[in-house]
């Protein structure tokens, strides 16, 4: 079955660049998703296709995607901004749709 | 509030079945593919099933093909998931989620989720 790879955690302090990757096989020809979640609540979408930012999430969440990799970007990471990141995308067919193992986020 | 209410969640001895129902307020959920995701007790997010909006279409991840069923009915405004042959592993909350659409397109992405519900599998 199709799989994607993210690293378990990232840790940086308030105020500098997270970055979180995400590989998969068919990340050149399929959009990647990402999104947050916090303890004990559902989970939010915070990048849309790639790139897009839906309405309401702040400017510092930015995606890319290169090849294989996805990378969710927080520009001056906040302390709210801690917590799981789990990216999402399809196998070739756009059947069968995934979520990477996540990455917990911690910013201290 | 545009939200997804999901229910239905148990605790159910292995071998089981259980039907989760969730239900959309304040928009028309017949216009949107949905989707049940999963997260275990202390695990991540898992992708088991989607429908499309006339129902017609559906599909399953690979751990629950043959045990679960999705289903919708637009005129209750709600969409369901029939579980059968409950497993210890199945134990998660689950939640519904709906694809995005923005103007006439699907974006793929999972825009409005429910809060969750908790199935528990055990003897």
């Known amino acids: 079955s199709y799989e994607l790879t993210q690293p378990p955690s990232v840790s940086v302090s308030p105020g500098q660049t997270a970055r979180i990757t995400c590989s998969g096989d068919t990340l050149p020809k399929k959009y990647a998703y990402w999104y947050q979640q916090k303890s004990g609540q559902a989970p939010v979408l915070v990048i849309y296709e790639d790139t897009k930012r839906p309405s309401g999430i702040p400017e510092r969440f930015s995606g890319s995607s290169s090849g294989t990799m996805a990378t969710l970007t927080i520009s001056g990471a906040q302390v709210e901004d801690e917590g799981d990141y789990y990216c999402y995308s399809t196998d070739t067919s756009g059947n069968d749709r995934v979520f990477g193992g996540g990455t917990k986020l911690t910013v201290l | 509030e545009v939200q997804l209410v999901e229910s239905g969640g148990n605790l159910v001895q292995p071998g089981g079945s259980l039907r989760l129902s969730c239900v959309a307020s304040?928009?028309?959920?017949?216009?949107?593919?949905v989707n049940w995701v999963r997260q275990a007790p202390g695990k991540g997010l898992e992708w088991i099933s989607y429908i499309s909006g006339s129902g017609g279409t559906r599909y399953y991840a690979d751990s629950v093909k043959g045990r679960f069923t999705i289903s919708r009915d637009n005129a209750k405004n709600s969409v369901y998931l029939q579980m059968s042959g409950l497993r210890a592993e199945d134990t998660a909350v689950y939640y519904c989620?709906?694809?995005?659409?923005?103007?006439?397109?699907?974006?793929?992405?999972?825009?409005?989720w429910g809060q969750g519900t908790m199935v528990t599998v055990s003897s």
């Open positions: 989620a709906r694809d995005q659409m923005i103007g006439a397109s699907h974006t793929g992405a999972l825009d409005i």
């Open positions: 304040e928009f028309v959920l017949s216009g949107y593919e």
